[in-house]
């Protein structure tokens, strides 16, 4: 199993540029989730989602957008770069209950000049 | 979301138990307690959970007080990998969709001496 994939891992845009990160697992997981982690900082959710078609907001979703079409792929789409929104980007996905744990991508680290 | 409050740091030497406490007085009776752990420059990754039961696995053991206001996660023979954040997050099992989030705190910076 390939768990859960992150393209791309490294990613520069101009200010202003709209980007999409994707993000898809193939353990049929219905839950998954965006966060950010800034330099020092911990994690901090952007959206999430409990299923194909059925997304919600987290903690600092301003600046982006999700949408859950297939159970696997929950793309991250940022709508016009900022500066303020380089961090390192993860991806997480779960099975329903609370009694199951996350996976994590290795991230994608995005800067944004 | 209930609260988890964690020490900002902990140390350890090589080989030795480490005990990362962990207060979540605000705990519902449907959350589980998760543990993650994130290596420097990597991603989280998930370390253990439970409800009321103590836990084992390959990579700790969760204790889980009676009342469930407080955990301990053990690392039983510290090793220089396990220097990490360790971060204490109660997931809820009930609630519409709320269930499916996973909010982190800052977490405890554990440092492994050799």
């Known amino acids: 199993n390939a768990g859960v994939t992150q393209t791309p891992k490294f990613q520069v845009l101009k200010t202003g540029q709209s980007m999409t990160l994707q993000c898809a697992q193939d353990m049929n997981h219905e839950y998954m989730s965006w966060y950010r982690q800034d330099p020092g900082m911990g994690l901090r959710l952007i959206h999430y989602s409990v299923g194909a078609g059925i997304t919600d907001q987290g903690e600092v979703p301003n600046g982006y957008n999700v949408s859950r079409s297939t159970t696997e792929d929950f793309p991250l789409r940022l709508l016009s770069a900022a500066p303020s929104q380089t961090s390192v980007y993860f991806c997480?996905?779960?099975?329903?209950?609370?009694?199951?744990?996350?996976?994590f991508g290795s991230g994608t680290r995005l800067t944004v000049v | 979301d209930a609260k988890t409050t964690q020490p900002n740091s902990m140390e350890s030497n090589e080989e030795e138990p480490v005990h990362l406490p962990c207060n979540h007085s605000t705990i519902s009776g449907t959350d589980y307690i998760h543990w993650y752990r994130q290596l420097p420059s990597q991603g989280p990754e998930y370390v253990i959970h439970?409800?009321?039961s103590n836990v084992n696995n390959r990579m700790a053991s969760l204790a889980i007080a009676e009342d469930r206001k407080s955990s301990t996660l053990i690392l039983h023979r510290a090793t220089l990998r396990d220097a990490a954040v360790y971060y204490c997050?109660?997931?809820?099992?009930?609630?519409?969709?709320?269930?499916?989030?996973?909010?982190f705190g800052q977490g405890t910076i554990l440092t492994v001496h050799p």
């Open positions: 997050i109660l997931r809820a099992n009930a609630g519409g969709t709320s269930y499916g989030k996973l909010t």
């Open positions: 439970g409800l009321t």
């Open positions: 997480a996905s779960s099975r329903s209950r609370g009694a199951s744990g996350y996976t």
